[in-house]
């Protein structure tokens, strides 16, 4: 089945990042107007999601003060809900709180999509809506005639279909892989410390909340899960915890690895068979 279908691809600057989208299909004629639908679930998804925007919903999040609420999305919802069960399961490692105070200190979810501020202190949600807009454009993409697709919003990925194979890259050598994935039916995410320790996507630095100090240098780690919105966020868990990472993987039923100088670690013990280090 897989010879006959064509790959149809297209790449815009979104997310901070370059996201790319692929779809392969055997059907021509709607390919550019799916592509474009999906670009603009991921554009959508940004314009909530962006504490860069002055329009968008967390932007609004941030300017309320103690006490007062906020209708926002159920998109908006979602990714705080997630973010809520990763900081708790994490014990705070994982948190959208600039001020490095745990999600549910700063924020309380409320029925009817109600947000309330419940402390001072700004919200950033680079560490997860990355991963969440991916996993939107999959959506839609799953529930046309697409038969198979991916995402990749430099380094967030989802496929499903035909595997998509991707390269990881060294977070100390940029022009050497350190391994080679072929996705199907799923997602990785991976951050690094590539250069220094500025992470390489709109997040900037990648800071502990529980010791307010960057992630060490020269690290990167690549989760693989059933969604891109749960490999973004755990990341960010396994940079901070390491070997101790474990359990929150687990209960996700995710698997990953860590890169730190020439070792690859990886978490629990293997990520796939889908996975090869490159030499």
Known sequence: MTSSLKLSNRARPL??????????????????DIISTA???????????????????????????????????SDLIRVLEISNDISTMSGGVFSISMESAPNTDVLELQTNGRVK?????????????????????IDYLRSTQVESAYVNAGGDVRAFGVPH????????????????????DNALATSATYFGEVNADQSGRIVNPMTGRPVKSGLSVSVMASTCVVADALTKCMLMLED????ILHEFNAR???????????????????VSHAN
């Open 256 to 274: 990953g690895f860590l890169v730190h100088g020439d070792q690859v670690t990886s978490f629990p013990k293997i990520i796939d068979s889908s």
């Open 39 to 73: 670009f603009n679930k991921i554009e959508h998804i940004q314009s909530l999601m962006s504490r860069f925007d002055d329009e968008s919903e967390v932007t609004k999040i941030n300017r309320l003060k103690v006490g007062q609420e906020l209708v926002v999305s």
């Open 117 to 137: 501020r419940l402390q001072d202190g700004l919200i950033d949600l680079g560490g997860i809506a990355k991963g969440y807009a991916v996993d939107r454009a």
């Open 15 to 32: 997310l901070g990042t370059i996201v790319e989208i692929g779809v392969h299909t055997s059907g021509w004629d709607v390919t550019h």
């Open 165 to 184: 194979s991707i390269l990881v890259r060294h977070p100390s050598r940029p022009n050497k892989s350190v391994a080679s994935i072929n996705l199907s």
């Open 244 to 247: 101790r990472v474990d359990p």
